[in-house]
């Protein structure tokens, strides 16, 4: 179970924050990052987004496993590397999950946790 301690999901909110950021460099679409302290038994973040090809899909889900190794917060189970329709990244306190739109569309992950709080993130600024 994850743990819910200030520093541990601080760390988590960050990871999270930062995979959007990530997803959202990479060209994914409709980037959503719900908080599930408190809903959920098993994770406190989802990130969710919407992969343009089977092939990015596996880039992006690359380059997050490569950022959260960097930061000391290595991926603890990836599932779907090898499907064009969802690739999930378990790190604990964050599960990522990246659909293509049919399967997006059909699991409606937002909908079956509605009541969580969306997070707030930004995209990085384009540098001029």
Known sequence: MAKRSGGKTDTARELAIETARLASDSHCEDIVVLDLRGISPVTDYFVIATGTSSRQM?????????????????????????????????????????????????YDLELMWGEAPHVKWARRPVPH
């Open 58 to 106: 596996r880039s992006v889900a690359d380059d997050i496993a490569t950022f959260g190794k960097s930061i000391g917060q290595p991926v603890w189970q990836k599932a779907g590397m090898d499907s064009s329709q969802w690739v999930l990244l378990d790190f604990v306190d964050l599960v990522v999950h990246i659909f293509d739109s049919r399967a997006r569309g059909y």
